[in-house]
């Protein structure tokens, strides 16, 4: 890869910089050397003469353009858009292989109990997010007192203090199932149910 610009993001000298690199690794691989207008001058005559003559006792070749190589590596790219497609397409084909393993009697549990644990895992996060709201708010207020207080005595500030300390507390305790259950998360239609993963008959 051929990069070729100023040597500023804005221009502000006479000069540009050559720099050539691996185009996946241009960061580390990179090589550029900075040129005068007369240096770039003598390339392009050197280049022009190498493009008349070429090598001597070397057949010439026009060679790929930079539109084929562009063409080469959105190729590269379709290809790589498949292979994760069907990487996808295997990770679901195991999928089912493994649920369909499970015991058609026990596949719907397996299903309300996963659901359950996502709803457990959402409700201690919102209790966790309501807790930390009413912390900021409490030290929010507890400053504003402190700030605007008329008596501000030592007494009065030790018992602002022990609001803040006595509101500076991070949530913990445990979700019920009922909790759990009450979630948005858990009351949202399941896609699947057992009778969808039933191994298919003829």
């Given at each position: 890869m051929?990069?070729?610009?100023p040597r500023?993001?804005?221009?502000?000298?006479?000069?540009?910089?050559?720099?050539v690199g691996?185009r996946?690794?241009?960061?580390?691989?990179?090589?550029?050397v900075?040129?005068?207008?007369?240096?770039?001058?003598?390339?392009?005559?050197w280049?022009?003469?190498?493009?008349?003559?070429?090598?001597?006792g070397?057949p010439r070749?026009?060679?790929?353009?930079?539109a084929?190589?562009?063409?080469?590596?959105?190729?590269?790219?379709?290809?790589?858009?498949i292979?994760?497609?069907?990487?996808?397409?295997?990770a679901?084909?195991l999928?089912?292989a493994?649920?369909?393993?499970l015991?058609?009697?026990?596949?719907?549990?397996?299903?309300?109990?996963?659901?359950?644990?996502?709803g457990?895992?959402?409700?201690?996060?919102?209790?966790?997010?309501?807790r930390?709201?009413?912390?900021?708010?409490?030290l929010?207020?507890?400053?504003?007192?402190i700030?605007?207080?008329?008596?501000p005595s030592?007494?009065?500030?030790?018992?602002?203090?022990?609001?803040?300390?006595?509101?500076?507390?991070?949530w913990s305790?445990?979700?019920s199932d009922?909790?759990?259950?009450?979630?948005?998360?858990?009351?949202?239609?399941?896609?699947v149910?057992?009778?969808?993963?039933?191994?298919?008959r003829?």
């Amino acid at each position: 890869m051929l990069i070729v610009g100023p040597r500023h993001h804005r221009p502000l000298s006479d000069d540009l910089v050559l720099a050539v690199g691996h185009r996946t690794y241009f960061a580390s691989s990179s090589k550029s050397v900075l040129l005068s207008r007369a240096q770039v001058h003598e390339l392009l005559d050197w280049l022009s003469t190498w493009y008349e003559h070429g090598w001597a006792g070397v057949p010439r070749e026009e060679g790929p353009t930079t539109a084929d190589i562009v063409e080469h590596y959105h190729d590269v790219a379709i290809r790589e858009r498949i292979r994760a497609d069907h990487e996808r397409i295997d990770a679901h084909r195991l999928l089912h292989a493994a649920i369909a393993l499970l015991p058609p009697d026990s596949r719907s549990q397996d299903l309300d109990d996963a659901a359950l644990d996502q709803g457990r895992i959402w409700a201690r996060l919102q209790k966790e997010h309501d807790r930390l709201e009413e912390i900021r708010r409490g030290l929010v207020q507890g400053l504003c007192e402190i700030k605007f207080s008329t008596t501000p005595s030592a007494d009065a500030l030790r018992k602002a203090v022990g609001k803040l300390l006595e509101v500076n507390k991070l949530w913990s305790g445990d979700i019920s199932d009922a909790e759990a259950a009450d979630t948005p998360l858990y009351r949202h239609p399941r896609r699947v149910t057992a009778a969808d993963l039933l191994p298919a008959r003829d």
